[in-house]
């Protein structure tokens, strides 16, 4: 992202509560020490992440990332404890058993318990967790509609999008445009369900990574001088069962998880451009 014009750009972005957390006395000193280059904006502990990554510069993401991803989960792990499980698994499509939540990620059993430790059948990682204890805290549990809607016209996703779009469709239409088996892989391996096509698109593919929050992944195959192109398209109720941040991080971390697939069956790694 462009070098911010003036502090207020910065400033807009903080939740202007003067908490002090950062160690500065307000948000708008926060904000002018930033644009300083006296202060990272990851100082800022009640940040999302998105925001995080577009006012940070490549070397620092990665860091800010994790940093904030391992903070972030162990508040919402503490926020567990005070929520009724066995409601909350009626609530969100998931089961109660003997102390557990346990509801389905990508086809897999992901288990949470009331004092946070979580347990499942895929690598525990912040993209799927941070998302998981998001939508069983805070979502509403609407059942998805079927009207599908790009990530720009959920609620808050406009802005966002633009992020969205380098971090989540980019990379992941890379992967396609390598790895041919991808499509085969996700209905196979990840309970996908190919479906019939979508926007025109040549491939239309649905996963739940939640499971009241399908994604559909749309892939146009290059032709007649046209590159090839690829979309993820949300259920119009998303960000009514997630923040818009979990919708962001589990795009971003579906695209991680395809980049990885794709090496073990020996395509390079997808770099993301800057």
């Known amino acids: 992202m462009p070098r911010p014009k003036n502090a207020m750009e910065i400033f807009i972005q903080l939740d202007k509560s003067n908490c002090r957390e950062c160690g500065e006395m307000t948000c708008l000193a926060f904000a002018g ?38 903070e972030y989960l162990e508040s919402l792990k503490r926020e567990i404890g005070s929520i009724d499980l066995a409601a909350a698994a009626e609530r969100v499509g998931a089961v109660y058993s003997v102390g557990k939540l346990t509801l389905k990620v990508l086809g897999k059993n992901f288990s949470v318990d009331n004092q946070g430790n979580l347990s499942s059948d895929i690598h525990i990682n912040p993209w799927v967790a941070i998302p998981v204890i998001d939508y069983i805290c805070s979502g509403e549990g609407l059942n998805p509609s079927a009207r599908w809607v790009s990530f720009r016209e959920l609620k808050d996703g406009k802005e966002r999008y633009p992020l969205f779009h380098k971090r989540c469709e980019e990379p992941m239409k890379r992967v396609a445009d390598i790895y041919t088996d991808l499509f085969d892989d996700l209905v196979r391996i990840f309970g996908g369900k190919q479906v019939e096509q979508q926007f025109e698109s040549d491939i239309s593919v649905v996963v739940h990574p939640l499971p009241k929050v399908p994604i559909m992944i749309c892939y146009w195959r290059p032709e007649d001088g046209m590159e090839s192109d690829l979309n993820l398209f949300f259920d119009d109720t998303a960000d009514k069962n ?15 998880m395809l980049d990885k697939l794709a090496l073990r069956h020996g395509f390079p790694e997808v770099e993301s451009p800057e």
């Open 33 to 70: 020490a930033v644009y300083q280059g006296r202060r990272q904006i990851k100082a800022c502990p009640k940040l999302d992440l998105t925001v995080i990554e577009q006012f940070s510069d490549a070397s620092e993401i990665r860091k800010a990332l994790d940093q904030n991803g391992d």
């Open 242 to 256: 997630l923040t818009i941040g979990s919708v962001f991080t589990l795009g971003a971390g579906l695209s991680q």
